[in-house]
């Protein structure tokens, strides 16, 4: 694909600040602390504001050109929680506010999201039930001018630091597909409660959080979109989610086989350079591999979207082939780089954890592969 001057522009002037933004991503990752200072900067860049219109105080680029400049994000930015912080930000509230939400709500949040002042986040997952979004029990009761939510949210991604979250609840009967309903809902409302940060195995640095739903009383102008399309604007966040969150896991697959192929060229062991045997070339060849097959289905299935075609099947593969290439390459790096690679110093073993969590976010790697299944008539 042909990138214009203004597009690698944008994408320079992202990994030129990779070195800053990744400061003490380390120890920020075993201490599970949100970079504050970083989040600042990537502020700063107008990053935030990259697919959102300008009217709005956004840069008015395309899906193509955004996934461009986040794919720089990834490959310059070492925190790889900061990474999924922001495409979740992006696309989980700033999104479906820019195709769904009316011009008051716009007015109201839209221009925080772009530069970054009010942080978003998505609730979706229920305790009870991951990928099954038509078994949600959260409610959403209409009362005058409002609805009165009730229920519960798990795996809140941004929930400890965001003021804003767009909830998804039922507004009709379980199984419909016109049954869900997505609110935008206020940090400070009264009812909404949001539980402590949640210790986990990759991506500290991002944190995470449930949510808790009593009597929560939303105007109904908050409404996304209309009463019951909530499932088609979700489906329109996930094509986004996927499509921006993982080209950034590419462009960090795509330093870590740089890292490996400097590491395998100067590492001497019985008298030549370690990438001169054939296990570890290999695993170095099976990374750059992982890393061009998952740029092409990302960038691909997203040009098809852009045009207007069905990307069902596209969307799952690239997922699968970009969240398990990253697996892969990660414990590959780690196992050319041996002991090094195993400590927490050279930051390798934080990658291999971070990488786990892409084939359990955004649906399983076990759904996309039902799905696929369901497509080609099995």
């Known amino acids: 694909m042909l990138w214009n001057e203004d597009q690698r522009a944008l994408r320079a002037a992202i ?13 920020r990752d075993g201490r599970g602390e949100f970079g504050e200072d970083a989040w600042k900067r990537v502020r700063d860049t107008g990053l935030l504001g990259l697919p959102f219109d300008p009217e709005w105080g956004g840069l008015g680029q395309d899906l193509l050109t955004t996934m461009y400049v986040l794919e720089g994000l990834g490959y310059g930015c070492r925190d790889g929680g900061l990474n ?4 979740t930000h992006v696309v989980s509230a700033g999104v479906p506010l820019q195709r769904f939400g009316s011009t008051d709500l716009k007015d109201r949040y839209l221009p925080r999201i ?3 002042s009010a942080i978003g986040a998505h609730a979706i997952t229920e305790p009870e039930g ?5 078994a949600m029990r959260t409610s959403a009761t209409p009362d005058g001018d409002h609805f009165v939510l009730n229920g519960s949210k798990a795996f809140v991604s941004n929930g400890p630091i965001a003021d804003v979250f767009v909830v998804y609840a039922r507004t009709g009967k379980r199984g419909s597909p016109a049954a869900i309903t997505a609110f935008l809902v206020d940090r400070d409302t009264p009812g909404l409660s949001i539980g402590r940060p949640i210790a986990k195995m990759g991506l500290r640095t991002s944190p995470l959080c449930e949510l808790f739903l009593d009597g929560c009383r939303v105007p109904k102008a908050n409404v996304l979109g209309s ?11 996930m094509k986004w989610e996927i499509l921006c969150s993982f080209v950034i896991n590419a462009g960090e697959m795509r330093h870590r086989l740089e890292r490996c192929v400097e590491y395998a060229n100067s590492r001497t062991q019985f008298g030549k350079p370690i990438g001169q045997y ?15 097959n998952s740029r092409k289905w990302l960038y691909d299935t997203a040009e098809r979207l852009q045009n207007g075609e069905n990307v069902t099947v596209d969307i799952a593969i690239s997922k699968l082939v970009t969240s398990e290439g990253n697996v892969s390459s990660a414990l590959a790096a780690v196992q050319v780089f041996g002991g090094y690679g195993y400590t927490a110093e050279y930051g390798l073993e934080k990658d291999l954890r ?3 969590a892409g084939t359990i976010y955004s649906g399983t790697s076990d759904i996309q592969r039902q799905r696929i299944a369901s497509m080609i008539g099995l």
């Open 130 to 134: 991951g990928s099954d979004v038509m």
């Open 84 to 87: 999924f912080s922001t495409s």
């Open 354 to 356: 971070n990488a786990v």
């Open 227 to 237: 009463v019951g399309a909530g499932f088609l604007i979700l489906d329109h966040v």
């Open 278 to 292: 054939q296990s570890v070339a290999n695993k170095i060849v099976e990374m750059k591999i992982a890393v061009e």
């Open 15 to 27: 990994e030129d600040l990779g070195e800053e933004l990744s400061k003490d991503h380390v120890e």
């Open 114 to 116: 772009c530069d970054g």
